[in-house]
């Protein structure tokens, strides 16, 4: 009887010591209070009064700046090179000024493609520029800012962002578009982008600028470094229906 009565009291004491260790284990760390997440690093959550985690929220894409969609310009008589050649009053937006570089930047020319007008420049000769510059505002392009336009490009043809700044300074980046003679809804983002210097007479590129100032931007468009080569299929680029995504800043 003394030696079951000992097994007994045995068994009771292992079941307690079982249950009180099972307690122990369910605790939070902390003397008894609950434990804040960990983030991605390792350490606790920022972003939130009182060290909750947190998520960090997404950037926001800057709202449509501006849209141009082009038009042709009045004209007398035939329909002609001459008569097609780009002006301020292919422009619909009234925002919006047309800026064109290059040494026969004046023969870009308004043309129809696929219901659109669009500039064209295959009887260019020499290398060009099309920009647009908003009259009441520079544009801030850093971010997630982003130029959209419909653009072809034809016969080995590329071309490139490029950018006036606030102090006189233009810019290609080294972002090309090819569309290998389709027209396309092109989109290119100013982030990241590796840029040239560019002679605005010649459009020429020169030396490479780090970290340019991107905040106050004059102007902004596509350059294509080399000339048109006529009509028909030759080297050449169309754009239209062209919009920017980014931040006003009043001049």
Known sequence: MQRGRNIG??????????????????????GGRGTEPQGREGGRGGGREGGRGAVAEPAARPALLFKEDWKQPPYTGTLNDENRRATQDAVTNPRLELKLYGTDARNVGVYTHEGRFDLWTGVVSSPVAIM???KGNYVDLTGLSRLRAIVRTLALHVIHPVVKLADGTYLAGSRAMDTEGEYIQEEVRFGGMRWHKLDPMKVVTTVEVASPDLTRVDEVGFVDLAPGGGHGVAGAFNVSTLELYAKAVPR
């Not at 260790?21 to 605790?27: D, F, G, L």
């Open 9 to 30: 009291i045995t068994t009771i004491a292992i079941g307690l010591a079982v249950l009180t260790s099972m307690a122990r284990a369910q605790q939070p760390a902390g």
């Open 132 to 134: 647009l510059r908003d």
